[in-house]
């Protein structure tokens, strides 16, 4: 069994070794204290020392969480229109204040008949400039619709009709063929046009926002089915929004983007004063 032995102490007292002792020539071998240098701290690729960089605190970490959380809530929303936290809220349309809807009618003079609309069984006036018409089933129209998220449009066509381009900016907009054919078609954000002729029964689909049309290109009459995820979607009928706006837009505006002469512009906004 070797010895152990404690060889050498520091000033303060401190054992600076402790371990066997091994006979050599008779004298014994002890250990010489030198002192240890200084580990230099361990640097990063920029030379500055892990010791001296900043590592966020938990605090900081959770608000970073809790902002990203914040971020991405409006990606779980995928209706046009607020979710309703009743079981309805018919609109009181002679209310004389309103905040991005209609208040409600007290739920005291709500009746049966405010559920049902019969206004897209009434054919439309098709005898106008374009051959359309469309009959809105909407919050200004229905009122039971109010934060329900849900609309629908009636459009007649006359043989030659057109629903000129327009746009819807607050919903989506899907239809289905009930007579006649239709050459339907929008027009993306990045100018490419799609459009396909269908026939009674075939549905469609237009994206929010983008601008669209139909055209009746069937012989006789023809008639669509709208529905939209808005209780109110508007609609941008680019004819009258850039000809027969309030105040009008100036001349040289549309005759420099339509690279036309004055006088075209005059003669397009005289078709739409009335």
């Known amino acids: 069994m070797i010895k152990m032995k404690t060889c050498g102490v520091s000033r ?81 349309l002679s209310a004389s204040i309103s905040v991005n809807g209609f208040p409600c009618k007290p739920a005291s003079e709500v009746t049966s008949d405010d559920f049902f609309f019969d206004g897209l069984t009434k054919v439309g006036d098709t005898s106008n400039i374009f051959g359309s018409n469309v009959t809105g089933g909407n919050v200004l129209t229905f009122p039971a619709l109010n934060t329900l998220g849900i609309s629908m449009n009636r459009v007649d066509f006359a043989p030659g009709g057109v629903n000129p381009p327009h746009s819807h900016p607050r919903a989506t907009e899907s239809g289905v063929i009930i007579e006649g054919k239709l050459l339907v078609g929008f027009v993306t954000t990045g100018n490419v046009y799609h459009s396909k002729v269908l026939t009674a029964g075939q549905m469609f689909v237009i994206p929010k926002g983008l601008v669209h049309f ?28 850039l000809f027969a706006s309030t105040p009008s837009i100036p001349d040289d505006v549309l005759t420099r983007a339509f690279q036309v002469e004055e006088k075209v512009v005059e003669s397009i906004k005289s078709k739409f004063s009335s």
Do not use: W
Not at 53 to 67: C, D
Not at 215 to 237: H, M
């Open 12 to 92: 303060r007292g401190k054992v600076l070794y402790k371990g066997p002792l091994f006979p050599t020539s008779g004298v014994s071998q002890y250990l010489i204290y030198k002192k240890e240098k200084k580990k230099k701290p361990i640097t990063s690729k920029n030379q500055k020392p892990i010791a001296a960089m900043k590592i966020p605190s938990t605090s900081h970490v959770h608000m970073l969480s809790y902002l990203v959380v914040l971020l991405l809530l409006p990606l779980l929303s995928f209706a046009a229109d607020p979710d309703s936290l009743q079981d309805f809220c018919v609109a009181d």
């Open 214 to 241: 139909q055209k009746n290109v069937g012989v006789g009459k023809a008639l669509t089915i709208a529905a939209f995820n808005s209780q109110l979607p508007g609609a941008v009928v680019l004819p009258f929004t």
